[in-house]
């Protein structure tokens, strides 16, 4: 089950994983830290007592964790539940997490670590402008395509390009790998105005719980790739003073927003997808009926 941020999945997925007697696993890159709780939206303690779910606060923010780890951490843990349970329920937002789940990704080369020096040694002294011309110069794919606002990422798109000579988007494009489960895709979506009011109402409420507070406390860790994240780097910006609480609030508003479209432009590209209005309360029949086909 999958959709942009603040359409429902947390709820829908409880519903469904309720309906069919079984659990979630979890396809966010981010709710998966221990450290990370308001600024990801990550289910509450009610909604974690409903439904066993896994990949949900299990790591710690200095963990390498990326695509290619999660296909294979899902596949094992997928192997161990099908032993008890006919249907599992995955949700989350990280549209690469459920295609390396789904497909199959192809492993990245290794890079020299020279290569990796320098580029980071260059982004610290220029910035993320000159991160974005480099990309624009050497990875036209990424640079249409990617996270142009996300340093690590952005860094770790550049010395691929430079180290291997191909785009990194190239490693992710691997034909479809065989699975011993069958898929059934449903995305949950929202008219666009609705799903902008929703985001900016989650916003405001998550500095109402404690957001600010949260990404205080992280800030000794703000180079961690895991903090590249919507919520936490503005935030960092205003504690640095460069920008006002307001402008970071309203920062963390429009950043949620634009990933919200990036999500949507990814999912809308997968052609096995069932759409659903996630305002509706038609999601139990229309999987009842995939789930029969």
């Known amino acids: 089950m999958a959709g942009p941020t603040a359409v429902g999945k947390t709820a829908h997925a409880i519903e469904v994983a309720r309906h069919f007697n079984t659990v979630i696993l979890s396809a966010d890159s981010r709710q998966c830290f221990k450290e990370m709780n308001i600024g990801v939206a990550r289910p509450s303690v009610e909604e974690l007592s409903q439904v066993p779910h896994y990949f949900i606060a299990s790591h710690r923010i200095q963990d390498d964790i990326n695509a290619v780890w999660y296909e294979h951490y899902a596949l094992n843990l997928l192997s161990e539940l099908f032993l008890k349970y006919d249907t599992v329920v995955v949700t989350g937002g990280t549209g690469l997490y459920i295609k390396a789940l789904t497909e199959g990704l192809d492993a990245i080369p290794e890079v020299a670590a020279h290569i990796r020096t320098q580029v980071v040694s260059e982004y610290e002294v220029k910035g993320i402008n000159w991160l974005q011309e480099q990309l624009q110069q050497h990875d036209p794919l990424f640079s249409s395509t990617g996270e142009m606002q996300n340093p690590q ?38 008219p666009r105005e609705k799903l902008y009011e929703r985001i900016n109402m989650r916003v405001d409420l998550m500095m109402q719980a404690g957001q600010e507070e949260e990404a205080k406390q992280l800030l000794p860790y703000k180079y961690l790739n895991a903090l590249q ?11 640095e003073g460069t920008i006002s609480r307001e402008e970071a609030i309203e920062h963390i508003k429009q950043n949620t927003r634009r990933y919200a479209k990036r999500q949507m432009t990814w999912f809308k590209r997968q052609a096995e997808m069932h759409w659903i209005d996630a305002g509706e309360d038609k999601i139990i029949p229309l999987v009842e009926k995939l789930v029969g086909k």
């Open 153 to 190: 990422r952005m860094m770790r798109a550049l010395e691929v390009v430079l180290g291997t000579g191909q785009s990194i988007v190239s490693f992710r494009n691997s034909g479809r790998r065989p699975r011993p489960f069958r898929t059934i895709q449903v995305g949950l979506e929202l």
């Open 229 to 239: 994240t919507v919520g936490y780097r503005e935030l960092f910006d205003y504690f």
